[in-house]
């Protein structure tokens, strides 16, 4: 139900906080006191149309507020949370819709204190309340609506919910099926071009990371090719192939043997010769060494050329097929899987063909028990409208529950057919669509008789009716306050009236008045006591001059109610 509204410069409103209960509340005043500024205020929180001429003169921004408090369960919390919208702070039980619109026309929206789209905030608001007046389009006078509520009445939530899910397989079915025909198709068209590809890259064959390890031995076989040239060079000093020019060793032996001739040399020279064989034999070992070391390190010129043609290779394949060498294998692998799709294609369509077909009866069956069941409930929904018309006055109209077949291309999740609730206000007057049909007085009466029937059709848990009782007067006013009455013992009701007798059957009374306030006119709300209460239904009953017999007559009408 709403728990309060809290409206902060609003037109003629500065600041009002109003507490709301549960039952019905009736908000009354004299015309032009302001009850329209409190349903607009309303609407702007539950997502209307913002609009700059709200905003009071001389301020900078208009806001409402508006605090709500669903039943556990309520589909609302679930929206909530399926947008990833948490609960407000200290409100585990709320949900707090707000609306700001700033003096240049543009709008904020918030749902429990976070920012959200007015979209979002409109489609939380269906959920929770209901606004029905004299001209309203939407609510009950949208056809949209009539299947769902027709199939509250007639208790067909299981079978509304089984054709839902059949719908939803069925659609699913057939979106693989057409997944599966395009991919089919695509590939018929490029199957010679798969299958060269296939072949030109399995030859290939290229392997995971393979490039990162061809090039990296290319590069060290480019460097063991650049080892060899310094090993040679070496080589080359020690022993030089020109015979003209002493290599080391050479010059070793030359110098022993010039010493070993010189006579009187022989003791003083002899640390010298050592050192020299000394010299000899290491220049020996260096040379053995150095040979061995580039035998081994020579480079082998076979394979460095094969890694720079398995490298091309890779490389010219990526580039002809527009992707990095290491998706190769990828691509490969991917290519492959179209080849074996299209080779497996007409079996894989052949089984979707009979998936799509299977859900598509199974759809039909679900709708079928939906329409039969439809169909069963339509006469007594007809009936039970027909005994609420009466006592409003509208003893000559009558509701016809219209239940088409649609084509196969507007079948839905609701089944395969539209459900219209038509009316007719005049013997022989052919039934047609509610909105159009009645006119303002009699469509809010027509509301409220559906409401009546319907109320359990409705997720909304605060119904709120704008002089739904205009042009009326005595019984027939009497009666739609006890209809009234009758649907708030199941959910909250806020009505505005003009009617004594719809006023006297509130749990809750609510006086709007427009006062002036330092030259200036302001709107505000006052929660009667039983006593103000006897007075302004005196005063809807007698006018301007409340006379001791209005007042008995206020009297008789809240004992009546009570």
Known sequence: MLASLAIRDVVLIEALDLEFGPGLAVLTGETGAGKSILLDSLGLALGGRADSS????????????????????????????????????????????????????????????????????????ALLVEIQGQHEQAGLADPATHAGLLDAFAGLADLRAATAAAWADWRRAEADLAAARTSTAAALREEDWLRHAVEELTDLSPEEGEEERLAAERQRLQQSERRAEAIAAAIAELSPRDRRTPGPAAALRAAARALERAPGLQESAAPILAALATAQDALAEAEALLERLAHDAAPDPRRLEALEERLFALRGAARKHGVAVAELPGLLAELRGRLAALEAGAERLAALEREAAAARRAYLDAAAALSAGRRNAATRLEAALARELAPLKLERARVVVEITPRPETAWGPEGTE?????????????????????????????????????????????????????????????????????????????????????????????????????????????ALAPAARREEIARMLAGERVTDAARAAADSLLKGAA
């Open 54 to 125: 709200l905003v009071r003169a001389g301020q900078r921004q208009a806001s409402v507020t508006a605090r709500f408090i669903p039943p556990p369960g309520h589909a609302a919390f679930a929206l909530l949370a399926e947008q990833g919208i948490g609960l407000a702070e200290g409100e585990e039980e709320a949900i707090v819709l707000r609306r700001v619109v700033s003096a240049d026309g543009k709008s904020r929206a918030f749902i429990n204190d976070e920012p959200v789209s007015v979209g979002l905030l409109r489609r939380v608001a």
């Open 418 to 526: 539209r459900v219209m609730l038509l009316v007719a206000t005049n013997p022989g007057q052919p039934p047609g669509p509610i909105e159009k049909v009645a006119s303002g007085g009699e469509l809010s009466r027509l509301m409220l008789a559906l409401k009546v029937v319907l109320a359990a059709g409705s997720p909304a848990t605060t119904l709120i009716f704008d002089e739904v009782d205009a042009g009326i007067g005595g019984a027939t006013a009497a009666a739609v306050g006890e209809r009234l009455a009758r649907v708030a013992e199941g959910r909250q009701v806020l009505v505005v009236t003009h009617s004594p007798q719809v006023a006297a059957r509130g749990a809750q009374h609510l006086r709007v008045v427009k006062h002036i306030e330092a030259g200036r006119a302001a709107t505000r709300v006052e």
